[in-house]
T-cell receptor
């Protein structure tokens, strides 16, 4: 039930773009995205619900393809502050609960 | 003060000892969760509670127990700690109808 994230790690120079993918073998009701900086708690970025909507948060946006049970997180014109580990959390259809199954994370490093 | 407070922040304990990790929140959220984080495995759900009288097992509940003493307090116990329970433990809260989890700062537990 744990979603699969890719890539596991990525290194960017400031100003470059990145895409992080999250896919599930189960039908999804929603996908959450979190960022965790080293030694800190994960912080909620955004939620994508069934319907294929795309959301944005500053220069970070995401999409949800419910047919493929996939979500992608887009980071554009990356900044040093974007460094951290990004996790997707998936809520499954039909569970009747909002428990999240988290992916193993994507470590993003932005260098000057 | 933090919205979700975990104590202790760090703990070293011996194999076979009983240990309790505590979580308290000022968010007023009904739902509380315990996750453990291991390198390369992401966050895995141990237990969750939707209100004081509701306790549910997560993916990896064996060896753990919980107590929801009040809406704001959710404790995790390791009855007889073993080395493979060495991990970073996070408490999280959420509110029905409001997206996103709020995580505590984590408890780093080492079992020797």
């Amino acid at each position: 039930q744990q979603p699969v994230q890719s890539p596991q790690a990525v290194i960017l120079r400031e100003g470059e773009d990145a895409v992080i993918n999250c896919s599930s073998s189960k039908a999804l009701y929603s996908v959450h995205w979190y960022r965790q900086k080293h030694g800190e708690a994960p912080v909620f970025l955004m939620i994508l619900l069934k319907g294929g909507e795309q959301k944005g948060h500053e220069k970070i946006s995401a999409s949800f393809n419910e047919k493929k049970q996939q979500s992608s997180l887009y980071l554009t014109a990356s900044q040093l502050s974007y460094s951290g580990t990004y996790f997707c959390g998936t809520e499954l259809v039909g569970t009747g609960a909002n428990n999240l199954f988290f992916g193993t994370g994507t470590r993003l490093t932005v260098i000057p | 003060d933090a919205d979700v407070t975990q104590t202790p922040r760090n703990r070293i304990t011996k194999t076979g000892k009983r240990i309790m990790l505590e979580c308290s929140q000022t968010k007023g959220h009904d739902r509380m969760y315990w996750y453990r984080q291991d390198p390369g495995l992401g966050l895995r759900l141990i237990y969750y509670s939707f209100d004081v009288k509701d306790i549910n097992k997560g993916e990896i509940s064996d060896g753990y127990s919980v107590s929801r003493q009040a809406q704001a307090k959710f404790s995790l116990s390791l009855e007889s700690a073993i080395p493979n329970q060495t991990a970073l433990y996070f408490c999280a809260t959420s509110d029905n109808g409001i997206p996103g989890y709020t995580f505590g700062s984590g408890t780093r537990l080492t079992v020797v």
